[in-house]
């Protein structure tokens, strides 16, 4: 088993890895829109690049943008630090064949898939949907999700 040390990817909140790699799979931890090199919450648009923004709908509207722009900013933050991490171990977003996505709001869930679908052009990976209560380290967070890649060691 190997795990990573490479600052680019997902960076957890606590002692563990951001992923492991077991033969040629890839287990990658939940992953929430933290920084904490920053100490930064991903909160709204404003927290992601504006090309990111403008790609997951950003409408320069306050209202609408106050109301989707957490989700989808952390939707995006999220995907995007899963999109590097599996880079960081050799693969690309097709090789994640599964998925398992925490919200504290079901209701997230059709703003959440619009992003995904933009990380996930060809087959959509296999999927498990939860709401929960909350999660940590803040009431701020709204979305977690973990990935399984398969990422062959020959590739």
Same mark, same amino acid.
């Given at each position: 088993?190997?795990? =990573?040390? @490479? ?9 563990? =890895? ?22 930064? *919450? #991903?909160?709204?648009?404003?927290? *992601? ?6 790609? *997951?709908?950003?409408?320069? &509207? ?58 996930? @052009? ?7 949907? #939860? &709401? #929960? ?7 701020? +967070?709204? +979305?977690?999700?973990?990935? @399984?890649?398969? +990422?062959?060691?020959?590739?």
């Amino acid at each position: 088993m190997t795990e =990573s040390s @490479t600052s680019q990817l997902a960076t957890p909140l606590a002692r563990y =890895s951001a992923y492991r790699r077991v033969g040629d799979f890839v287990f990658l931890s939940g992953i929430i829109a933290v920084d904490p090199k920053a100490q930064m *919450i #991903v909160k709204g648009f404003g927290d *992601i690049p504006s090309e990111a923004a403008a790609a *997951i709908g950003q409408s320069r &509207e306050f209202s609408s943008d106050f109301k989707q722009g957490p989700i989808l900013a952390q939707s995006w933050y999220v995907l995007d630090r899963i999109r590097a991490t599996v880079e960081d171990a050799g693969g690309q977003m097709n090789d994640v064949f599964k998925l398992v996505q925490y919200f504290k709001n079901l209701d997230h869930f059709p703003l959440y898939s619009r992003v995904r679908n933009l990380f996930f @052009t060809g087959t959509s990976p296999a999927s498990t949907v #939860v &709401e #929960v209560s909350g999660m940590l380290p803040s009431e701020d +967070i709204l +979305i977690e999700v973990e990935a @399984t890649a398969f +990422i062959p060691l020959s590739k």
